[in-house]
């Protein structure tokens, strides 16, 4: 069976790759069983909140992506990677619910305003039942920034980049530089966050950034799964996030 795969180190635009279906278990097996084990590489059954972010862009190049478009790009866009059926979109989009993005339902784009009728509507901050994802018109995910600002806080303010600087700082700020000009210079911060707070964040780290010099973070992160790590899994789910962004890791 030949598989066409995007050509990253020539200049086509593709390449053909071989796989062997003979080297699969027959025994027992329907064929469409074995050509799904054959192209586990090329076709999978999970999707992880953060290369959703990473494929949508969101936070980057847009703040927000209809959900009904954005299902047909992983099986229209010959780059992105190729997922079983929709389901396995749901399943992420419930969990990346958690604080990786938000998810709104019944929301519309009006003269390039984003408008949703309902704050409820907007799920940011826990995992959402896969059963109340719905992947059709007026369904969205969203920037972390665009989701904190639609859901706002039980007052009615809404919990900007400063609130959530503030947050940080009660794990152990460091501010230091001369504060003749009514501020000071240099800003470190150290703070422990799960991996909700820890995307909460991010938005005050981009807005520290962006009034920054020299901006630099270093980050050490500890993950035990529920079961040993797919080395597969690992390097396309993980590792090339690193690799595209240029990340050097010990």
């Not at 062997?20 to 999978?44: N, S």
């Not at 947050?167 to 009514?182: I, K, L, R, Y």
């Not at 995307?199 to 962006?210: E, I, K, M, S």
Request: net charge negative.
């Amino acid at each position: 069976m030949l598989v066409p795969l995007a050509d990253r180190e020539g200049q086509r635009p593709f390449r053909l790759e071989t796989i062997d279906l003979r080297a699969q278990l027959a025994a027992g097996r329907d064929l469409h069983t074995r050509l799904l084990d054959g192209l586990r590489k090329h076709v999978f059954d999970t999707l992880t909140p953060a290369r959703l972010v990473t494929l949508a862009k969101l936070g980057d190049a847009r703040e927000y992506v209809a959900v009904e478009e954005f299902s047909k790009w992983f099986f229209s866009i010959f780059d992105f990677p190729k997922l079983t059926d929709e389901s396995v979109l749901r399943e992420t989009i419930a969990r990346g619910t958690d604080g990786m993005f938000g998810y709104v339902s019944g929301a519309h784009v009006a003269d390039g305003e984003f408008e949703v009728p309902r704050r409820e509507l907007v799920r940011f901050g826990a995992v959402t039942p896969v059963d109340e994802i719905d992947l059709g018109p007026g369904c969205y995910v969203l920037s972390p920034k665009l989701a904190t600002s639609l859901v706002g806080r039980a007052d009615g303010r809404v919990e900007d980049a400063e609130e959530l600087e503030e947050g940080a700082e009660d794990e152990g700020d460091v501010v230091e530089g001369d504060e003749t000009d009514g501020g000071a210079r240099r800003y470190s911060v150290r703070f422990a966050a799960t991996a909700a707070q820890l995307f909460r964040v991010l938005p005050a780290l981009q807005n520290l950034a962006d009034k920054s010099a020299s901006f630099r973070a270093r980050l050490e992160v500890e993950a035990e799964g529920r079961e040993p790590f797919d080395p597969n899994w690992l390097r396309n789910a993980v590792e090339e996030h690193f690799d595209e962004a240029g990340i050097e890791r010990d």
